[in-house]
């Protein structure tokens, strides 16, 4: 189990935490990671892409000219792929990309992220992140006591109104509430900082299960 330290909004520190192996120490499945963002990003897909085939296209109900006699190639109709403004062939279609993931194997994607970003000493613990007002000032102090510069994804227990507020402004930071914590957030940030309170909420439902 690793142990990691707790900073106050100034950047000092206020005492250590621990990190739960079940979420933190786990053996790092990248197949499985990958299966869950793929699903992610496919399901976030609007899928409304439309073109018209021959039968969806206006006019084209007469021949254009008479099959012989006339020195030209034979046609049929003028909604035809062959000519300009007719019909598409194979295009895309509205559709719904999503797929299926058992949340077993969700589950596992994100301790999998979790786990990679701690072994890599990018996991951070703030004893708490509350603002009295929406001040990107403030936020921006905060991030630069932490000696933060990378890309951040903040969890907190519950939707802040003025932290969020305070983050519009600050491109490298990313606020989501624990309960949607997911594997691509986890990796497309360069670092994940927890609550105290937010990680407690987390680890609080962990068997006892080893390295998992």
């Known amino acids: 189990m690793k142990s990691v330290p707790v900073y106050d909004l100034e950047g000092n520190k206020t005492g250590e935490v ?23 990003l496919a399901a976030a ?16 109900g007469r021949k254009p000219w ?79 006591a932490l000696g933060v510069e990378d890309s951040v994804l903040l969890v907190l227990p519950e939707e802040d109104e003025n932290v969020v507020k305070s983050m519009r402004n600050l491109p490298f930071v990313e606020v989501i509430r624990l309960e949607h914590l997911n594997t691509y957030d986890v990796l497309a940030n360069d670092r994940v900082i927890f609550t105290r309170s937010s990680l407690e909420r987390l680890q609080e439902g962990v068997r006892d299960e080893g390295s998992a």
Request: proline residues 4%; hydrophobic residues 35%.
């Open 18 to 40: 621990q990190l739960e192996d079940y979420y933190f120490g786990c053996e790092i499945n990248i197949p499985v990671m990958h299966l869950v963002v793929r699903r992610q």
């Open 66 to 144: 008479r099959q012989k006699g006339t020195g030209r190639a034979r046609a049929g109709s003028i909604r035809s792929p062959l000519w300009r403004g007719g019909g598409t062939v194979h295009g895309p279609q509205p559709r719904d990309y999503s797929f299926k993931v058992n949340r077993k194997v969700r589950r596992l994607a994100l301790r999998s992220a979790l786990s990679a970003r701690a072994a890599e000493d990018r996991v951070m613990v703030l004893e708490d992140f509350t603002f009295s007002e929406p001040k990107t000032k403030l936020a921006a102090g905060v991030f630069k």
């Open 45 to 60: 897909r609007r899928g409304t892409a439309s073109t018209k085939n021959r039968s969806a296209v206006s006019g084209g």
